[in-house]
């Protein structure tokens, strides 16, 4: 049953798709199991920069094909946009922890705050459970948080799985 300001409705089954710690938050009355497995992935802060400083790349023959530079301590961690999807301009993402910015504001095309799943040993050790969360039904759960990396790609290929669960009620 949801809860809408017109009222309760209900409903067969449905997909939560939002990080862990928001969608045990939507829980009125959370399983052990939910609390257990959706409460052990920890979140970071992160904004992501896009801009066009190129200051901030190591040399040409340093740089991976994707992730470009990283941060004497891991923090930082930038893309050449252009070498990813094949774009024209030169536009860089760097993304790094809100109190370490390290881009010139006059680089700056946008800055974009969010946050993303920490995968852990005790977040990645959890992921056999959340697809065992998703075997019962009639809740279904996805997001970035069910792939090793919490990725996009994890959100989407969990997506694609909760889906096939509801569809096969």
């Given at each position: 049953t949801l809860?809408?300001?017109?009222?309760?409705?209900?409903?067969?089954?449905?997909?939560?798709?939002?990080?862990a710690d928001e969608a045990l938050a939507l829980l009125a009355s959370?399983?052990?199991?939910?609390?257990?497995?959706?409460?052990?992935?920890?979140?970071?802060?992160?904004?992501?920069?896009?801009?066009?400083?190129?200051?901030?790349?190591?040399?040409?023959?340093?740089?991976?094909?994707y992730v470009v530079s990283l941060g004497t301590?891991?923090?930082?961690?930038?893309?050449?946009?252009?070498?990813?999807?094949?774009?024209?301009?030169?536009?860089?993402?760097?993304?790094?922890?809100?109190?370490?910015?390290?881009?010139?504001?006059?680089?700056?095309?946008?800055?974009i705050a969010y946050k993303h799943p920490a995968m852990t040993p005790e977040a990645v050790a959890a992921i056999p459970d959340l697809e065992g969360l998703n075997a019962a039904g009639p809740l279904y759960f996805c997001g970035s948080y069910f792939g090793p990396t919490g990725s996009n790609e994890g959100a989407v290929a969990s997506a694609e799985r909760a889906a096939r669960h509801l569809m096969t009620r």
């Amino acid at each position: 049953t949801l809860t809408l300001d017109e009222g309760p409705e209900s409903f067969d089954g449905a997909i939560l798709a939002t990080h862990a710690d928001e969608a045990l938050a939507l829980l009125a009355s959370p399983a052990w199991d939910q609390i257990r497995v959706l409460g052990c992935i920890p979140y970071i802060r992160s904004v992501s920069t896009v801009h066009d400083d190129a200051s901030v790349l190591p040399p040409e023959t340093l740089r991976s094909e994707y992730v470009v530079s990283l941060g004497t301590d891991g923090t930082v961690t930038t893309w050449d946009m252009a070498r990813i999807q094949g774009e024209e301009a030169d536009l860089l993402v760097t993304v790094a922890p809100p109190n370490r910015q390290p881009i010139a504001d006059r680089h700056v095309k946008a800055r974009i705050a969010y946050k993303h799943p920490a995968m852990t040993p005790e977040a990645v050790a959890a992921i056999p459970d959340l697809e065992g969360l998703n075997a019962a039904g009639p809740l279904y759960f996805c997001g970035s948080y069910f792939g090793p990396t919490g990725s996009n790609e994890g959100a989407v290929a969990s997506a694609e799985r909760a889906a096939r669960h509801l569809m096969t009620r």
